[in-house]
T-cell receptor
């Protein structure tokens, strides 16, 4: 069973479109994340939810809107896509709050905006 | 100053040698330290974590932490071509945010 699964894995879309990426974890973790990895492979946190509550909201354009219907799901909706949004988006989860935890990543969603 | 810094490499070592990967961090309050490996086109996977000063060994991997120097390293003994990947250092301070370095690319030559 895949621990953290996200769909779609590949997404090619035109500028200006709106798209969503879905994520689900079956690890029973309380905290979920969205990370963005750009072409230089730099992995940067975007959002984090703990038990459906938004706890990290980095400096991300408000075109990006996360939503967590329950603690096992965290979706990412992107409005008015721009070329610079092309990247790999990783969903992740971790087992507990506090400092000593490990992040488990999904397989990534490759977004290409043309 | 970047919060977590790594030499981007590439670091090239011959098969069987020791690969040494280094990482420095800026937040003195950081409490947990992680090394992830990422193969091209794949997601990061955890190799090791370390919380206390000193060394922690797991198979061919040894993580070293020096909080006074704000320095963490990863040693890979008997490097294999399958170890060729990007190694990400990650640091977590109090709270929920884990910050990743930009990664060091490692090539192990057969």
């Amino acid at each position: 069973d895949t621990a953290v699964s996200q769909t779609p894995k590949y997404l090619v879309t035109q500028m200006g479109n709106d798209k969503s990426i879905k994520c689900e974890q079956n690890l029973g973790h309380d905290t979920m994340y969205w990370y963005k990895q750009d072409s230089k492979k730099f992995l940067k946190i975007m959002f984090s939810y703990n038990n459906k509550e938004l706890i990290i909201n980095e400096t991300v354009p408000n075109r990006f809107s996360p939503k967590s219907p329950d603690k096992a799901h965290l979706n990412l909706h992107i409005n008015s896509l721009e070329l610079g949004d092309s990247a790999v988006y990783f969903c992740a989860s971790s087992p507990e709050t506090g400092s000593r935890n490990t992040i488990y990543f999904g397989e990534g969603s490759w977004l290409t905006v043309v | 100053q970047k919060e977590v810094e790594q030499n981007s490499g590439p670091l090239s070592v011959p098969e069987g040698a020791i690969a040494s990967l280094n990482c420095t961090y800026s937040d003195r309050g950081s409490q947990s330290f992680f090394w992830y490996r990422q193969y091209s086109g794949k997601s990061p996977e955890l190799i090791m974590f370390i919380y206390s000063n000193g060394d922690k060994e797991d198979g061919r991997f040894t993580a070293q932490l020096n909080k006074a120097s704000q320095y963490v390293s990863l040693l890979i003994r008997d490097s294999q071509p399958s170890d060729s990947a990007t190694y990400l250092c990650a640091v977590r301070a109090g709270g929920f945010k884990t910050i990743f370095g930009a990664g060091t690319r490692l090539f192990v030559k057969a």
